[in-house]
DNA sequence: CTTACATCTGAACAATCATTCAGATGTTGG
DNA sequence: CCAACATCTGAATGATTGTTCAGATGTAAG
C-alpha cells in the first residue's frame, strides 16, 4: 500500500517494517553473488560427481576422474579448468599426470552437508524394506 | 594404464581400486541429479535473496518480495513458481495476497551453512579494521 | 457489476553454459 | 630426438535459462 525507494526506484511494500529489517540482514551484494557463483559450481550433475568423489578418496587424476564420473577426459579437464580459477580444487603434477583434491572448506562443508542429506534419506528408504 | 567397462564403454584408469571404491560409495545418478537440481536453485543471485529474505523473516508477500530482492514482481513471480515446484517454498492466500514461506528444510541447511560461512567471513574482515 | 488491485502466466528474446572436436602443450622413456 | 602419452585449450554448437512484456486470472471494495 505503501512506496519507497530501494535501487532510487519506487516500489509497492506492504509490511514496510519487515522490508526494511529484512534489508539490513541481508548479505551485501557482492557476497549475494559469490554465493550463488559457488552454489553454480555445484549445480550440475558432472561437477558435483566430481567433487563428491575427490571428497570422498582425497586424490585423483584426470582420466581417473573421467572414468568416476562418466564424462569425457575433455569434458573433466574443461570443469576441472572452471573449479580451478574458483580455486575449489588444487592441482598437484606427478610426472605427465595430473592430481586434483578439493582446495576450498566453504565447497567441502556445503557438500558435507548435502550428501549427508542423500545418504540419511537413502538410509531411511532402506530402513523401510527392512522385513 | 589399465582398462575398464563402465557405460559399457572403455576407459582408460591408473588406479583401479580407488576409481572401484569412489564409484561404489558415490550416490545414485537419480540422486546426483536430484542434488544438481536443488543446488541449481540456489544459483541465482534473485532467487538466493528471495530465499535467505524467507529464512530471516519467516514470511512475506510478492511485493514485499519484489522490494527486497530488488527484482520485478514478475521475475519474483516466476522464481517463485520454480522454487513452488519443486517444493522448496510454500504459500498462504490471505485475500488478494500470497504469502510465500520456506518449506525445505534440506534448503533450509544449506541456507544455514551457505549465510554461516559468509556471515563468518565478513566477521573476520571486520575484525581485520578493528584497529 | 464494475473498478482497482495482486499475482500469475506464456511467448519471445538475450545470455549463459556444457559438450564436442581437433589440435596444442608439455611429459616420459627409449 | 622421437613417439606415445596425459592433459589442456579454443572455437563452435546445441541446450538451458532469466528477464521482459502484455495480458489473463482471481480477489476485494464501492
Avoid: W
Avoid at 540482514?25 to 560427481?49: C, I, N, Q, Y
Avoid at 585423483?60 to 576441472?80: F, K, Q, R, W
Avoid at 572448506?105 to 537413502?122: C, G, I, N, P, Y
Amino acid at each position: 500500500m505503501s512506496v519507497t525507494g530501494i535501487d532510487g526506484c519506487v516500489v509497492r511494500v506492504v509490511d514496510a517494517d519487515k522490508v526494511a529489517a529484512v534489508r539490513t540482514s541481508l548479505p551485501a551484494d557482492e557476497d549475494v553473488f559469490e554465493l550463488a557463483d559457488m552454489f553454480g559450481l555445484l549445480a550440475e550433475p558432472g561437477r558435483l560427481r566430481l567433487l563428491a568423489s575427490l571428497l570422498e578418496v582425497g586424490e585423483l587424476c584426470v582420466c581417473d576422474l573421467a572414468a568416476v564420473s562418466g564424462m569425457s577426459e575433455s569434458a573433466v579437464s574443461h570443469a576441472l579448468r572452471l573449479l580451478r580459477a574458483h580455486r575449489v580444487v588444487q592441482v598437484r603434477r606427478a610426472g605427465r599426470r595430473n592430481y586434483y583434491r578439493l582446495a576450498d572448506s566453504h565447497v567441502r562443508m556445503l557438500l558435507d552437508t548435502a550428501l549427508a542429506h542423500t545418504e540419511h534419506t537413502k538410509a531411511r528408504q532402506t530402513d523401510v524394506g527392512h522385513s
